[in-house]
């Protein structure tokens, strides 16, 4: 249903250290942990796996 308290507010930070860059990223307005939990791993790991195929791949 489309109402507010439905509504995740996503925040992605990058941050650099010694050459590499690591990327955190957070969801909030999850019921439980254990929705987070689900959510991170069904839906934001693919995300961030292919993310992370394209960010790594060489230039060409």
């Known amino acids: 249903e489309d109402k507010p308290e439905n509504y995740h507010t996503v925040t992605c930070e990058l941050a650099g250290k010694d050459g590499e860059t690591t ?3 957070r969801q909030d ?29 060489p230039a060409k």
């Open 29 to 57: 307005n999850n019921a439980t942990q254990e929705e987070a939990d689900k959510m991170a791993d069904q839906n934001w790991g693919p995300v961030m796996d292919g993310l992370k195929a394209v960010a790594e791949k």
């Open 23 to 25: 990327l955190t990223l």
